[in-house]
C-alpha cells in the first residue's frame, strides 16, 4: 500500500516465539511462560467478574490493582501505572518519551521488541553489547545527539543475568535521558529496583504478571515511576487499556503470595538444576536470575540444536544476534519436561 508510513513499510516487525497448532503436542520451552496453572484466586475473581456484568467499562486506572500493589510495594496508587501486559507499558513510555528521529538505547542481545517500538515511532535504536560479564561499560551512558530513552532489561534477556542496583543507579545518574529497567523476570531474582525509583526521577520500573504469576494468557503488567511522570504516561495510554476482567485476575494474583512462593520456589530449583546438567554437557550457561537459562554449546551450533528438538517436538528459542552471537533460550518448564529435554540434548552433542 503506498500510503503506509515509509518506517512500517521498511520494518520486519516484531516476531514472537512460536505458538504452533495443536501446541499440547510439544514440549513448549521458548516463551518463557509459567509451566505451572495459575493461583485458583485467580479464576474465582475472573468468575465473580463476569457473574457481576461486562456491559460496563472498566475502571480506566485499574484503582484496585494500584492499590494492593502499592501496599505490596511500599507506594502511593499515583506511582503505579497499570498495562495490557507490559509490552503496553513499553508502547506507552516509547510514545511519551521518544519523537520521530529521535534515538533510543538498549543493550545488546536483550529484548528485541525495544528496536521494534522505536521503528514504529519513526526513532533510531542505538544498541550498546554487553561485555563478556554481562555488564553495560560507559558507552551505555555517553551523550547523543536525540537520545530520548533508554531501556535496561533487568534480569537481562536472553541471558538471565542481573546488573546490581547500585550499578544501576550510576548508569542512570550518567544518561542524559530517562532509564525504563524492565523487571519482567525479577520475581525470580535476588534484587530489584524499586528503590531507585524513588531516588531519581528518570528512573521507571515496569513488571509483568505474564511470568511469575503464570497470567501469560491474561495480559496485565505495570508501571512504578514518579507521581508527575505517571502522570504524563496517563494521556498517552488507550483509555481503557486493561479490561475487568484482566484487572480482576491481576488484583486476585497479588492476593495470592503464599502461591507466588511456592511457585518460585520450585521454578527456581529446576533452573538450578537445569543449568547444573546444561553445564555438564558441555553448555555455556551464565548464571541465570530468570525462569530461563541460554545455552551456548562450543561444538554444536545452536540453529542445528534448536531444529532437532523442533523435530522431536520439544520447542525452545533460537536467537541470533549477529556478531553478539546465537544460542538457546530454554524456559525453565516442569521437572518433567526439562528432563526430557536433556535427554534429548545428550544424544546431539
Not at 511522570?229 to 492476593?255: F, R
Amino acid at each position: 500500500m503506498t500510503d503506509v508510513r515509509p518506517e512500517i513499510a521498511a520494518m520486519r516487525g516484531y516476531t514472537p516465539g512460536e505458538q504452533p497448532l495443536g501446541a499440547s503436542k510439544f514440549i513448549k520451552l521458548n516463551t518463557n511462560e509459567n509451566p505451572y496453572p495459575c493461583s485458583p484466586k485467580v479464576k474465582q475473581a475472573i468468575g465473580r467478574a463476569c457473574q457481576g456484568g461486562l456491559e460496563r467499562y472498566p475502571d480506566p486506572a485499574g484503582s484496585a490493582f494500584r492499590a494492593i500493589a502499592g501496599r505490596m510495594l511500599g507506594f502511593e496508587a499515583d506511582w503505579i501505572l497499570c498495562g495490557n501486559g507490559s509490552d503496553d507499558i513499553l508502547t506507552i513510555v516509547t510514545r511519551t518519551f521518544v519523537s520521530p528521529g529521535q534515538r533510543v538505547r538498549f543493550p545488546k542481545p536483550s529484548y528485541i521488541l525495544y528496536g521494534t517500538l522505536a521503528e514504529i515511532q519513526g526513532a533510531r535504536s542505538e544498541q550498546i553489547t554487553f561485555d563478556e560479564n554481562w555488564d553495560l561499560g560507559e558507552r551505555f551512558t555517553q551523550p547523543a545527539d536525540g537520545l530520548a530513552l533508554a531501556y535496561l532489561p533487568n534480569p537481562n534477556s536472553p541471558s538471565g543475568t542481573v546488573i546490581s542496583p547500585q550499578r544501576i543507579l550510576t548508569l542512570a545518574e550518567r544518561l542524559p535521558c530517562p532509564l525504563l529497567v524492565d523487571e519482567a523476570y525479577v520475581d525470580f531474582a535476588d534484587v530489584d529496583c524499586l528503590d531507585l525509583v524513588r531516588q531519581n526521577e528518570r528512573i521507571m520500573v515496569s513488571r509483568s504478571l505474564s511470568k511469575s504469576y503464570a497470567l501469560a494468557g491474561l495480559r496485565f503488567g505495570f508501571l512504578v515511576a514518579q507521581p508527575q511522570v505517571v502522570a504524563e504516561l496517563v494521556k498517552v495510554k488507550d483509555s481503557y487499556n486493561c479490561d475487568a476482567l484482566s484487572i480482576a485476575g491481576a488484583v486476585a494474583a497479588l492476593d495470592d503470595q503464599a502461591w507466588l512462593a511456592e511457585n518460585r520456589r520450585k521454578i527456581i530449583a529446576t533452573r538450578e538444576r537445569m543449568t547444573a546438567a546444561l553445564a555438564e554437557l558441555g553448555f555455556l550457561t551464565p548464571p541465570s536470575q530468570a525462569n530461563f537459562v541460554w545455552a551456548v554449546h562450543p561444538r554444536v551450533a545452536a540453529q542445528t540444536l534448536y531444529q532437532q528438538l523442533k523435530a522431536r517436538q520439544i520447542l525452545v528459542r533460537y536467537m541470533d544476534y549477529g556478531p553478539a552471537g546465537a544460542g538457546l533460550r530454554i524456559s525453565v518448564g516442569t521437572d518433567e519436561q526439562v528432563d526430557v529435554c536433556l535427554n534429548e540434548l545428550k544424544s546431539m552433542v
